[in-house]
């Protein structure tokens, strides 16, 4: 399976059932049903958009970045990438996107990983696992830090070279690309929209996403 | 090992699981027996196991997509559960993750313990929830691991190729904990192994006493970030 491929979506967003403008630096967690599309636009271009999903009825079920990789042999996800879970279940696939590249190594920024990755002086910075945490408590239902594992890196560009160096490049999202998935089972999604400022994942200028979901063909 | 510091030996049998709490120095050094094994491996903060082991806040901390000699292995936390102190190999796997029941049988098709007693097929993932069960921890628990003598390489486009014969026979790699340090392992074949037949093998470990890391310790050194990991796990113990 090839790292990219552009793939466009014939929804048309006047259509949809549901619309929300998710704020630099704000969690966003919501369900979507089996059979019901899932779309993520990069509005202003360049935003990270951390996101986790869980399979709604079980949420120690949940999105696994090795079972995804290793499943479609390929560590960038893209149109077709079916969303594995740690069960071995298809959460979602992606069905359209105008990016081409998304990561699932990279993770999610931290008060403690920014303190090792930049300065200790760093801790003060707003970071995305604090959003997931204040989302979890917000969402209840149970879930908590532990939850919170691998994540997939929406518009996020982290490539890996083949002597297994991994860096984090420029963006190669524009202002308006989007990913669309289809939801294989009724799934909670989490994201994060990364407040990061000390890398380029965000071009040093977090701004907002809409997420939007269609009900099913 | 003819080290007098080493406190004992075992053999993980093939397809076999291990888990020990290391204690803040040890030093864990585990040997192909006979070239070729993987360890599929997850780590915890004994004390607090909600901290564990993180593939990605590794990998971006030292901008690498393979372990070896000089690397730490992170928390979650920003601190440092494990160095990579000593390695022969020099590329062990962080991202390909582990088998589970679904792939072993695809793969090989089906071995119960009723006809095959010891050597039927164990999975990766099966292995590592019974083991962390022993723990108390459970599904929620389970992240993703570091494959210890397997190699899968990156291409520009993003495949993912498992290298064969990249661990020779008597290859070693050695761990040393900087917390206490919940070591949960298993010998199931690497998710990715060509190989048609269920062939784990098996690995010797050898622990023994060490100290924790110097100021002038390698792993501390090898890059800024790996400084300040260190800087946060010893303040941990403040």
């Known amino acids: 399976m090839s790292g990219t491929r552009i793939v466009e979506s014939r929804l048309d967003p006047a259509r949809a059932v549901y619309r929300f403008e998710v704020p630099a630096g704000e969690p966003w967690l919501h369900e979507v049903k089996k059979g019901q599309y899932f779309r993520i636009v990069d509005l202003k271009g360049n935003q990270a958009v951390d996101t986790l999903f869980y399979n709604a009825h079980d949420y120690s079920d949940r999105y696994?970045?090795?079972?995804?990789?290793?499943?479609?042999?390929?560590?960038?996800?893209?149109?077709?990438?079916?969303?594995?879970?740690?069960?071995?279940?298809?959460?979602?696939?992606?069905?359209?996107?105008?990016?081409?590249?998304?990561?699932?190594?990279?993770?999610?920024?931290?008060?403690?990983?920014?303190?090792?990755?930049?300065?200790?002086?760093?801790?003060?910075?707003?970071?995305?696992?604090?959003?997931?945490?204040?989302?979890?408590?917000?969402?209840?239902?149970?879930?908590?830090?532990?939850?919170?594992?691998?994540?997939?890196?929406?518009?996020?560009?982290?490539?890996?070279?083949?002597?297994g160096k991994l860096t984090f490049e420029d963006g190669i999202s524009d202002p308006g690309k989007y990913v669309e998935m289809r939801a294989e089972t009724d799934v909670l999604v989490a994201i994060s929209n990364c407040p990061q400022l000390n890398n380029p994942c965000n071009a040093y200028n977090p701004t907002p996403v809409e997420v939007l979901i269609w009900e099913g063909l | 090992m003819q080290d007098s510091s080493v406190l004992w030996e075992e053999t993980i049998e093939p397809g076999a699981s291990w888990s020990h709490v290391l204690k803040r120095g040890a030093v864990l050094h585990m040997t192909d027996l006979e070239g070729g094994a993987n360890v599929g491996a997850l780590f915890y903060n004994f004390e607090c196991p909600v901290e564990r082991y993180n593939m990605a806040d590794t990998l971006k901390a030292q901008h690498i997509a393979r372990l070896t000699e000089g690397f730490v292995l992170f928390s979650d936390m920003g601190r440092i559960l494990c160095s990579v102190v000593a390695d022969s190999v020099g590329w062990h796997d962080p991202i390909g993750g582990c088998s589970n029941a679904a792939v072993v049988r695809a793969k090989y098709g089906e071995s119960r313990y009723q006809e095959a007693r010891n050597a039927c097929h164990r999975n990766g993932r099966d292995s590592f929830l019974v083991e962390l069960a022993k723990w108390g921890l459970g599904p929620r628990d389970l992240v993703p691991n570091v494959n210890f003598f397997s190699r899968v390489s990156v291409s520009e486009d993003g495949g993912m190729e498992f290298q064969e014969a990249s661990s020779p026979p008597g290859a070693y790699v050695e761990l040393r904990a900087e917390m206490n340090v919940l070591a949960v392992l298993n010998t199931c074949p690497h998710p990715l192994d060509p190989n048609p037949k269920y062939a784990p093998r098996p690995v010797r470990l050898a622990i023994r006493h060490g100290a924790p890391a110097g100021a002038d310790d390698p792993c501390r050194l090898s890059r800024p970030e790996n400084g300040r990991g260190f800087i946060l796990t010893e303040r941990y113990f403040l």
């Open chain 1, 64 to 163: 696994s970045a090795q079972d995804t990789i290793r499943e479609q042999r390929n560590i960038y996800l893209t149109t077709g990438t079916k969303l594995m879970s740690t069960g071995g279940a298809v959460l979602l696939t992606i069905v359209a996107d105008t990016c081409g590249r998304h990561d699932t190594l990279g993770g999610a920024c931290a008060n403690e990983s920014n303190m090792v990755r930049y300065a200790i002086e760093k801790r003060f910075m707003h970071a995305c696992r604090n959003s997931f945490l204040k989302g979890a408590i917000e969402w209840g239902r149970g879930l908590e830090k532990r939850d919170l594992t691998c994540n997939i890196n929406f518009f996020m560009n982290v490539p890996v070279t083949p002597e």
